[in-house]
């Protein structure tokens, strides 16, 4: 069974520090999803990383997927009390199906 | 385009009553689904459909039914309710599988009480 573990699984910290989250996997995925999720909502789509070593820059966000692609992390930078939220990796399996991790809920105060 | 739209928003049953979650999309995707999403549990994927006509079981469909007929609708039935039940429903889809054609867009989710 392919599973997706994400650390950490809480994050508060203050506006304008920086921030890495990880998922990792003992498996290999032919590709790595991450999306957010406002309270309330559904998630949203951010970045997809397809490539070993990787890496993906959206604004303030920088993604990376790990050159054996068992692994991914998503570095903010300066955070914001918009980026407030639950964030989710996906792996597409071996088999095909979708796989998602449980998710890393971050919270930035003011 | 309005994207994955989902009805009811919100809904209570009490046990034993059925009732069906609607999904709709407008973007011509292949791939439709359904998960829940409990309190530390994650996203855990109840149906899918690879296409009109074709569904198939994720891995929890127990006490789910799903049907496809057309590409737009994929709507999620609950044959009789169960407290179990009581959760977050996200319907997404997506363009197809594989890289990025597995890209999901959901829908606003349906919040579900069972008493």
């Known amino acids: 069974t392919q599973l997706l573990e994400q650390s950490p699984q809480f994050l508060s910290i203050q506006e304008g520090e920086n921030l890495t989250v990880y998922c990792n996997s003992s498996s290999v995925f032919s590709s790595l999803q991450w999306y957010r999720q406002e309270p309330g909502e559904g998630p949203v789509l951010l970045v997809t990383v397809v490539t070993g070593g990787e890496v993906k820059k959206l604004k303030r966000l920088t993604f990376q997927f790990g050159d054996a692609r068992k692994d991914s992390s998503l570095h903010i930078t300066a955070a914001q009390t918009g980026d407030t939220g639950l964030y989710l990796c996906a792996g597409e399996g071996s088999q095909g199906n979708l796989i998602f991790g449980k998710g890393t809920k971050l919270s930035v105060k003011p | 385009n309005a994207g994955v739209t989902q009805t009811p928003k919100f809904q209570v049953l009490k046990t034993g009553q059925s009732m069906t979650l609607q999904c709709a999309q407008d973007m011509n995707h292949e791939y439709m689904s359904w998960y829940r999403q409990d309190p530390g549990m994650g996203l855990r994927l109840i149906h899918y459909s690879v296409g009109a006509g074709i569904t198939d079981q994720g891995e929890v469909p127990n006490g789910y039914n799903v049907s496809r007929s057309t590409t737009e609708d994929f709507p999620l039935r609950l044959l009789s309710a169960a407290p179990s039940q009581t959760s977050v429903y996200f319907c997404?889809?997506?363009?197809?599988?594989?890289?990025?054609?597995?890209?999901?867009?959901f829908g606003p989710g349906t919040r579900l009480t069972v008493t």
């Open positions: 997404a889809s997506s363009y197809s599988t594989g890289g990025t054609s597995y890209e999901q867009y």
